[in-house]
């Protein structure tokens, strides 16, 4: 077996060392996200990318099953992730160069429910730097109707609520009595496997289910040595709608001296948002 191949077998071992708090993990849910980048093109401005939630007895983290991997090699053995970058791109640097956000991930958040205790705590990076809030764990309050159909073989009912500024509709199975579910959805009696919001701009549909599986839940601090900036939830929102309507281009040629000649600063408001929208858009 290849020195690569013997790294990657041994990987999550090596991993959870950078796992603060963990617990035993009593479910790992896999989801695709659907998340729409335009909303005036909504056939065309869009990406899908598998998800995990991972269940403990006392808290969960959601995030990017591609990026969560990224990020675990980069922590464990920064040289095996470029070895395996430098090999791709020698056979064939068009594909490497195509497929190169599918490898990282385009979805660079995690969320912990319940963590700290009676907290819910989100990291992200964008706008070239590593963010974190800490936020009171507000949970949805549903209205659940008598619909149902079948998901993965689970029978699950039809609920709705308004959460965060976006109206969702979610299904859940009382066959899996855990009060969870994808993003910061959750507080149903029963697991939720699938929810949306009215176009579907984001949607969460879950394609496996594993329990008890021999993971640990707690806080990932593979990035924990970078440091991250740590705000509050609006803070948080405004900044990232600010970097959503900034000239990035313009930034990296400033930071780095690459990058695209532009006379703009500024470009036109996104015509999409974040899964919650009720924070100050100050521009």
């Known amino acids: 077996m290849s020195l690569l191949l013997v790294t990657l077998s041994t990987l999550p071992l090596m991993a959870d060392k950078f796992v ?15 998340e729409v980048t335009d909303t ?17 007895n006392t808290k969960s983290l959601f995030c990017s099953v591609q990026h969560m991997w990224r990020d675990s090699i980069m922590a464990v053995d920064p040289s095996t992730y470029w070895e395996m970058e430098r090999a791709s791109f020698e056979k064939d640097p068009r594909e490497h160069d195509r497929t190169a956000l599918q490898r990282s991930g ?5 969320i ?17 730097e590593y963010w974190k809030y800490v936020e009171d764990w507000e949970k949805p309050s549903w209205e659940i109707t008598d619909d149902t159909k079948d998901i993965l073989g689970y029978q699950c009912f039809k609920a709705e609520t308004d959460y965060r500024g976006r109206h969702w509709t979610a299904w859940f199975t009382p066959e899996i009595p855990i009060e969870e579910g994808p993003w910061k959805l959750c507080g149903l009696p029963g697991l939720i496997l699938e929810a949306y919001d009215p176009h579907h701009d984001y949607s969460f549909t879950a ?5 008890n599986p021999t993971l640990q839940v707690g806080y990932l601090g593979y990035k924990d040595r970078r440091g991250y900036s740590n705000v509050t939830r609006d803070k948080f929102f405004n900044n990232w709608w600010k970097y959503k309507n900034s000239n990035f281009a313009a930034k990296i040629r ?10 703009t600063t500024k470009k036109s408001v996104p015509n999409y948002d974040k899964e919650e929208t009720d924070y100050p858009h100050d521009l």
Request: aromatic residues 16%; proline residues 6%; charged residues 30%.
């Open 40 to 56: 005036t093109k909504r056939d065309l401005r869009f990406f899908d990318e598998e998800t995990r939630l991972r269940i403990g």
């Open 20 to 34: 603060k708090d963990p617990e035993p993990a009593i479910l790992e849910v896999r989801y695709t996200r659907h």
């Open 254 to 263: 400033a930071a780095f001296g690459v990058g695209p000649k532009t006379t």
């Open 112 to 128: 912990y429910k319940n963590y700290p205790e009676g907290k819910l705590t989100e990291t992200a990076y964008f706008d070239m």
């Open 106 to 110: 385009r979805y660079w958040c995690t």
């Open 207 to 211: 394609n496996a289910v594993f329990t």
